[in-house]
């Protein structure tokens, strides 16, 4: 009977009796349904005698668990959680040294103190450089990073544009000397050369889009596998 006024059809009854100001929406009653249901079960157990016996008892209590073991069965989340440091408005001006800077960006504006590579330098590959940048003058312009994955012949089959720790740290916030961690990460076209690539980062200005010359004149500097100390 409790089941059946949760249905459209007896929706007169509840407007006739008054019982549609008791429960705020009739499916509320089918709590009353499976308390009264729960209740009917156990007493089965208890007034059949035939259910008393310790095989069939003890098969009643494993179906009643298994039934409800995904109910009950806690729910965990994996999470891939990436906790290299990132020094983010950290203001790190200090710093063990790493061996001379890499490379000097524009007049002597900014260094790129030292870079790690994470990830095979080869087609299809998702590769990620992790970098140390150190402002040497007071910036006044904010510039954006590049990281092309460039084949042996200078092909682009890969990169990345991207102001300072996503945006979230503009060259024009750096303080003068202060160390920036940042990284990036791209993927290597698959459609590309097996392998021989090589990382080339540089910087150029946001809204004009010039490149900062590096000390030797050129714009982007290499930057492989594993650092060759000058």
Do not use: C
């Amino acid at each position: 009977m409790l089941v059946a006024l949760t249905l459209s059809p007896t929706a007169f009854l509840w407007r006739i009796t008054g019982l549609s100001h008791l429960p705020s929406y009739p499916w509320q009653l089918l709590g009353l349904i499976g308390l009264a249901t729960s209740l009917l079960a156990g007493s089965i157990v208890a007034l059949d005698q035939r259910l008393a016996a310790f095989p069939l008892r003890a098969g009643l209590v494993a179906l009643a668990v298994l039934a409800s073991y995904s109910y009950l069965s806690p729910r965990f989340f994996d999470f891939n959680i990436d906790f290299t440091p990132l020094a983010e408005h950290s203001h790190v001006y200090d710093m063990e040294p790493v061996g001379l800077p890499v490379a000097i960006l524009g007049d002597n504006q900014i260094a790129l103190l030292d870079y790690r590579i994470e990830g095979p330098l080869r087609h299809g590959a998702t590769v990620r450089l992790n970098v140390l940048w150190q402002a040497l003058k007071p910036l006044d312009e904010d510039y954006t990073v590049f990281v092309h994955a460039v084949d042996r012949e200078g092909a682009i089959w890969g990169q990345q544009d991207t102001e300072p720790q996503e945006g979230e740290y503009p060259t024009t916030e750096w303080g003068l000397g202060e160390i920036v961690q940042d990284r990036y990460e791209l993927q290597i076209d698959v459609a590309g050369p097996r392998e021989g690539y090589q990382l080339a980062v540089g910087m150029y200005a946001s809204e004009t889009g010039e490149r900062l010359k590096m000390s030797d004149g050129t714009t982007e500097v290499i930057v492989r596998e594993v650092r060759s100390e000058e």
